[in-house]
């Protein structure tokens, strides 16, 4: 096991290591992304995908508003809460779990998701080659003229820049957690040059009252909307 798996295996196991990944009700990210695609009259149905589904939120809510979804995390335990929390919300049959690589050739077809979210999953691939793996299937997979929603941190949230500063890692604004897990945070021009294959509808710089690392303070992330 690599030791980013193994770091991410703790948290999901450790209830106080990242409060919000134990909330059942999904990511206002998300929400918000299924909201704008009915403003703009988009068919809520069709196959979604949920790249990092952790322990099922967003995958279970993506199920509830009409999609099929294939949830995939690498992450065994996190995906048997997952399933369980589908089975207590009536939508098993609606979900294909999937344990799998993020970073490494994923087994769909070209142009088979109409909807792809990414909700804070990539921003933990330890390479920039890994995470151009990612991009460049999270794009292949996409069918022209779909939507798709990306989370990642902003290099101003005040945990991140504190890290960036105190234990940064080898890439601009990357940082090193005290765990020793690595994550790639975001200005908006890196945002722009890294997913610039889409189609960039919206980038919005979020903040928001947070808690990580056991301590309350503010949230700074990136909500983007992407299009194939």
């Known amino acids: ?38 403003s703009l009259d988009v068919p809520i149905s069709g196959k979604a995908l949920d790249i990092g589904c952790g322990k099922g939120r967003n995958s279970i809510y993506l199920a509830t508003v009409g999609y099929h979804v294939f949830a995939i995390d690498y992450i065994g335990p996190a995906l048997d809460i997952a399933k369980e929390f589908a089975i207590r919300e009536k939508v098993p049959n609606k979900i294909d779990f999937i344990q799998a690589e993020m970073d490494a050739s994923w087994q769909f077809e070209d142009n088979f998701f109409d909807v792809s979210v990414d909700c804070f999953s990539s921003i933990d691939i330890e390479t920039k080659t890994g995470r151009e793996t990612y991009r460049d299937e999270f794009y292949r997979t996409l069918k022209p003229g779909g939507y798709a929603m990306v989370n990642v941190c902003s290099s101003d949230d005040e945990w991140e820049n504190e890290a960036i500063e105190n234990n940064p890692g080898s890439e601009p604004n990357s940082a090193y957690w005290p765990s020793g897990k690595f994550q790639k945070n975001y200005d908006e021009a890196e945002l722009r040059q890294f997913y610039k294959q889409f189609k960039i509808l919206d980038i919005k710089k979020i903040s928001k009252p947070g808690e990580k690392l056991g301590r309350k303070g503010m949230a700074t992330n990136y909500w983007v909307l992407l299009q194939k």
Request: glycine letters at 6%; charged letters at 25%.
């Open 1 to 38: 096991m690599r030791r980013q798996q193994q770091v991410w295996l703790d948290e999901h196991t450790n209830p106080d290591s990242l409060p919000a990944m134990n909330r059942e009700r999904a990511g206002s990210g998300v929400i918000a992304f299924v909201e704008h695609l009915k």
